[in-house]
């Protein structure tokens, strides 16, 4: 087995300039009889552009190889630097709140719940395809850059479109545009809205009504939009 700082170099944030990082982390999960990767993206905000410093791909069935990697990659950033760390809560509540727990020295842990139903550009829409097509536009638009290598570039393609959804088909190795959703992530800590923090205070179920507190917490970064908050655990 590899170890985590001869997959990662320790010093792989000297590349950083002064922006705000954030981080999006896609968990582990099966698709199809397949196991696909975990994958984490670190994005800095720098002279209008997001700038996709890091972006690691993994597999393992322990916890700890994954927090390993989340306290190498985050506690290379300057601490002034860090932004938020943002984890898709639609199935990995219960993870995130350990993650919560466990990073609290580093770095805060926000969820997103992809499963939410908000108006993005006039119309009706599940959270995770209105952070889909918000990413894939800033990529078109050039807002994005993305580190050179094919294979990530072939990770990004195994997305489509079926109507409006984003969809993702996988590869014989189990992979499943693990990077476009770290990718998107990434970028939801700097652009999104409201996002509530994963602290201990924070862990209570959703009211009976289907009511989530508003927060009044905002993501770093200078451009907002959609209007899409998570629910509280």
């Known amino acids: 087995m590899i170890a985590i700082r001869e997959a990662i170099s320790p010093n792989w944030a000297e590349f950083l300039c002064a922006g705000k990082v ?4 896609d968990v582990a999960s099966t698709e199809g ?3 696909n990767p975990s994958s984490l993206t670190a994005t800095e905000y720098w002279d209008r552009i997001y700038w996709q410093r890091l972006v690691v791909r993994w597999k393992t069935e322990h916890y700890a190889v994954m927090l390993g990697i989340l306290e190498l990659v ?3 950033v300057p601490r002034e630097q860090r932004g938020v760390l943002v984890v898709d809560t639609s199935n990995e ?3 995130a709140r350990e ?4 990073l609290s020295g580093l770095v805060r842990v926000v969820g997103f719940y992809g499963q939410q139903v908000v108006r993005y550009c006039g119309e009706k829409s599940d959270a995770k395809t209105a952070m ?3 990413y894939c536009s800033a990529l078109e638009d050039a807002l994005i850059a993305m580190p050179p290598g094919k294979w990530l570039e072939t990770d990004h393609r195994l997305v489509t479109r079926n109507g409006a959804r984003f969809e993702a088909d996988v590869d014989a190795q189990g992979n499943h545009a693990d990077t476009f959703d770290s990718g998107k992530l990434s970028y939801w800590g700097h652009v999104g809205t409201g996002l509530e923090s994963c602290s201990p205070s924070s862990w209570r179920h959703k009211s009976r009504q289907g009511k989530s507190r508003k927060s009044s917490n905002r993501a770093s970064g200078t451009r907002r939009w959609g209007g899409i908050r998570t629910r509280r655990f």
Do not use: R, T, V, W
Request: charged share 25%.
């Open 22 to 25: 954030c981080f999006g982390l």
């Open 74 to 76: 985050i506690g290379a």
């Open 99 to 102: 993650l919560a727990k466990d």
């Open 33 to 35: 009889k397949k196991s």
């Open 132 to 134: 889909g097509a918000a």
């Open 93 to 95: 509540k219960f993870l």
